[in-house]
């Protein structure tokens, strides 16, 4: 007897593929918790990020944001890299441009508080999936519709996923080198020419990856909560944020992103 069962990407995915780990932590969208001076600093950011944006017509763009910060020596330039780090790789835009609702997250991290920034992300490729197929949708019951999609998320995540998991879809994956992140293993590469995506993904029960990242991999250290037996463990709060953080994985939870 076949079993199948529905897989998809998830925090585990975003937290050991991706490297993602602040799983942990406070919402994204909670307030700035802090001391006088992380309000101080948001304020600053916030007037930076206003005259860039007079100067360039609209939004504050990345480049503009790199040359009025870098090489100033001063504390703002760790939060206003985290801003663009944030804008760039975390919640990116269409219009490559900082934006001002990722200050508290970078003022938060820049101080030392952990913030659940891996959630939100994933939060984020799950709206934009759902976009993604209404409009597919759509374009079969409508085809002469000219609307537009803009789609933000870290989509390559998917694909990444999918090359972890389906050994048919996937290229040869390239040697990690020690210290390299695991997604590292697909830098650079091409896609496999599969004429019929749906037929690979159907007739591929067997051969799926369930636990990819619990194969030995040369160069790849293997998370402690990757265990070929079973064991039980006691987690509490605080004391071993590594198993703390497989627990959130492994739990059923709402996702909050930054505007889903």
């Not at 001391?35 to 504050?60: D, N, P, V, W």
């Not at 037929?199 to 265990?227: G, M, T």
């Amino acid at each position: 007897v076949l079993f199948r069962s529905e897989a998809t990407i998830m925090l585990e995915d975003v937290m050991v593929l991706g490297g993602y780990q602040s799983v942990l932590g406070d919402c994204v969208l909670g307030p700035l918790a802090g001391t006088e001076a992380m309000f101080s600093q948001e304020e600053k950011l916030k007037r930076a990020h206003s005259m860039i944006s007079r100067s360039m017509g609209q939004f504050a763009r990345q480049r503009p944001w790199i040359r009025h910060f870098k090489g100033t020596g001063k504390k703002l330039e760790h939060e206003a890299f985290l801003a663009l780090w944030l804008s760039r790789y975390v919640f990116p835009n269409y219009y490559d441009f900082v934006s001002k609702n990722v200050f508290p997250v970078a003022i938060s991290l820049s101080g030392g508080f952990p913030v659940a920034v891996a959630p939100s992300l994933l939060a984020s490729i799950y709206r934009d999936m759902g976009l993604l197929k209404k409009f597919l949708i759509a374009s079969v019951e409508c085809p002469d519709s000219k609307s537009k999609l803009y789609l933000s998320a870290p989509l390559q995540l998917v694909q990444l996923w999918a090359w972890e998991r389906f050994p048919t879809l996937r290229p040869n994956p390239n040697p990690l080198e020690f210290g390299e992140p695991r997604s590292a293993r697909w830098h650079m590469l091409k896609k496999v020419g599969v004429k019929d995506v749906r037929e690979a993904l159907d007739s591929a029960c067997e051969s799926f990856q369930w636990r990819p990242y619990a194969i030995a991999v040369e160069n790849w250290n293997i998370p402690k909560f990757y265990k070929e037996n079973e064991d039980y463990v006691t987690v509490d709060s605080g004391k071993d944020l590594v198993m703390e953080s497989w627990v959130r994985c492994l739990r059923i939870s709402e996702l909050v992103g930054m505007d889903c």
